[in-house]
């Protein structure tokens, strides 16, 4: 896995985040108030989603020009999270019929179609810090 992701962004010099939540929140749905928007990778960067199997296993992919942010958030219960979100540039070549497109009333193309990640998914990019 990690030399598929090194080859595919094309440097061993990377980063992996995935999203932080402080505590346990007893609510399943609430809302949220964003504190702070940080974008941290503009580019070629790949995603790695947890595949259900009784051990930890992940399909990685790469796709497309992205947009990578840590959004800092409160939720009504007073529960923090730092919650990884991707906004996808290009869209054009998705199919119109795809759900992000029907819900937000829009067609591909025509604007960044972004969604926030699960803790259990992995977001890597190169690194903007210099290997010491």
């Not at 505590?23 to 809302?31: A, H, L, P, Y």
């Not at 540039?89 to 960044?112: A, E, I």
């Amino acid at each position: 896995m990690v030399d598929f992701m090194l080859s595919e962004l094309g440097t061993n010099n990377i980063q992996a985040i995935t999203t932080e939540v402080e505590g346990e929140s007893t609510q399943v749905f609430q809302k949220y108030t964003m504190e702070k928007v940080e974008e941290i990778a503009d580019g070629k960067n790949m995603v790695c989603h947890k595949v259900n199997y009784p051990y930890a296993v992940h399909y990685c992919h790469v796709g497309g020009r992205r947009k990578t942010f840590m959004v800092s958030m409160i939720g009504v219960d007073g529960i923090k999270v730092k919650a990884l979100s991707v906004c996808h540039q290009d869209t054009s070549f998705w199919t119109p019929k795809g759900l992000p497109f029907v819900v937000l009333n829009v067609m591909p193309g025509t604007t960044p179609i972004c969604h926030f990640f699960p803790s259990d998914q992995i977001v890597i990019f190169p690194s903007k810090k210099a290997i010491n």
